[in-house]
T-cell receptor, first 109, second 114 residues
Framework: QKEVEQNSGPLSVPEGAIASLNCTYS??????FFWYRQYSGKSPELIMF????GDKEDGRFTAQLNKASQYVSLLIRDSQPSDSATYLCAVNSGNQFYFGTGTSLTVIP | EAQVTQNPRYLITVTGKKLTVTCSQNMNHEYMSWYRQDPGLGLRQIYY???????DKGDVPEGYKVSRKEKRNFPLILESPSPNQTSLYFC?????????????FGPGTRLTVL
């Protein structure tokens, strides 16, 4: 069974702070890694993906991948109340996608 | 507008009554997939399709059927629904399932089986 693990939270950070979200995965053959944001009652929407070791930055978001440690993270800089949502880590392995259960983030004004 | 549509958005039914949830995408995507989302279990892949007439089981296929007769449509069929299939269902599509192919999700179908 291929697993993707996330700390369910809830994670609370003050507005303007950095939020750090973590994810580990079990399948070493996993090829690409995605972070989705999901607001309550809505569908997941992509924040960013990463497939090479290291950091990838997109605006206030930075994804970090360490394949040796089977670890992927998402940093959100200058957190805003509108970032309050559940963040889903997803892994592509072969032709399938595996999702973590999500981390609930609350940004306090 | 590029989108994935699902119908119905909400459905309450009874055990054993066959139902179909439709999914359609207008992005000419090759890859389509169905997920169910349950509290504490996250999103789990039910079935996926790499192309027309090509479908494969995901992690939780029991009790579900799919078909891919046209590229744009990927209906989910529950031939004899049971209460444990009460869930939030999402259809998703992408160009392929490759290394950088992101999935676009439909709005979701909330199904209750009594």
């Amino acid at each position: 069974q291929k697993e993707v693990e996330q700390n369910s939270g809830p994670l609370s950070v003050p507005e303007g702070a950095i939020a750090s979200l973590n994810c580990t995965y079990s399948d070493r053959g996993s090829q690409s890694f995605f972070w989705y944001r999901q607001y309550s009652g809505k569908s997941p929407e992509l924040i960013m993906f990463i497939y090479s070791n290291g950091d990838k930055e997109d605006g206030r978001f930075t994804a970090q991948l360490n394949k040796a440690s089977q670890y992927v993270s998402l940093l959100i800089r200058d957190s805003q109340p509108s970032d309050s949502a559940t963040y889903l880590c997803a892994v592509n392995s072969g032709n399938q996608f595996y999702f973590g259960t999500g981390t609930s983030l609350t940004v306090i004004p | 507008e590029a989108q994935v549509t699902q119908n119905p958005r909400y459905l309450i039914t009874v055990t054993g009554k066959k139902l179909t949830v439709t999914c359609s995408q207008n992005m000419n995507h090759e890859y389509m997939s169905w997920y169910r989302q349950d509290p504490g279990l996250g999103l789990r892949q039910i079935y996926y399709s790499m192309n027309v007439e090509v479908t494969d089981k995901g992690d939780v296929p029991e009790g579900y059927k799919v078909s891919r007769k046209e590229k744009r449509n990927f209906p989910l069929i529950l031939e004899s629904p049971s209460p444990n299939q009460t869930s939030l269902y999402f259809c998703a599509s992408s160009f392929l399932s490759g290394i950088a192919d992101t999935q676009y999700f439909g709005p979701g179908t909330r199904l209750t089986v009594l």
